[in-house]
């Protein structure tokens, strides 16, 4: 698996008045967030919503298994397809996960509903690995995850059954 990040290749832009865009737009900020609408062969992939900060490349994916989180550095020299154990913490709540290498990257599947609700109100997400802590920041997440799922509902459900002016295949 490659990095989500490498993959997505997001142009990060930097004027916060297009987080008042309306949902049709391809790529928003909300806060220091880029959230964007992934397209493979143009049909939908995910939504992701990335930043950078200490040195390392943030992305929240979500797409119809759910949120991932990948984390990537410059720096990091992992073993590929090893499943590393980490502990995920936001404020007094955490939870056990595994976070599946690339070389430098990974990615981890954040499965439980309650944690995940728990991001929404943290200022940090701690990720606890064997050699070390990492503290990712949160702010602006609140609002950022409400509209990555406004994101990928949105564009989960839209298809040319639903919109008369676009041809099979394609997307506006």
């Given amino acids: ?61 979500r797409n119809p298994d759910g949120l991932l989180l990948s984390i990537d550095s410059p720096k990091w020299k992992l073993d590929r397809g090893k499943a590393y154990s980490v502990k995920l913490a936001a404020g007094s709540q955490s939870v056990d996960a595994k976070a599946l ?5 990974v990615t981890i599947a954040l499965a439980d509903r309650p944690f995940n609700e728990r991001l929404r109100m943290a200022n940090a997400l701690e990720v606890r690995g064997e050699g070390a802590t990492l503290r990712l920041p949160l702010d602006g997440s609140a609002v950022g995850l409400e509209r990555l799922d406004q994101c990928f509902d ?4 839209e298809g040319p059954e639903t919109n008369p002016f676009v041809a099979p295949g394609r997307r506006p």
């Fill in 1 to 61: 698996m490659r990095s989500i990040l490498a993959c997505v290749g997001i142009a990060m832009l930097t004027n916060p008045v297009l987080a008042q865009q309306s949902l049709d737009t391809q790529t928003v900020v909300v806060g220091p967030w880029t959230i964007a609408t992934t397209y493979k062969a143009d049909k939908f992939e995910n939504c992701t919503m990335t930043r950078t900060a200490t040195g390392l490349g943030i992305a929240f994916v």
């Fill in 101 to 105: 290498a690339e070389s430098k990257s």
């Fill in 154 to 157: 949105k564009n989960s459900k």
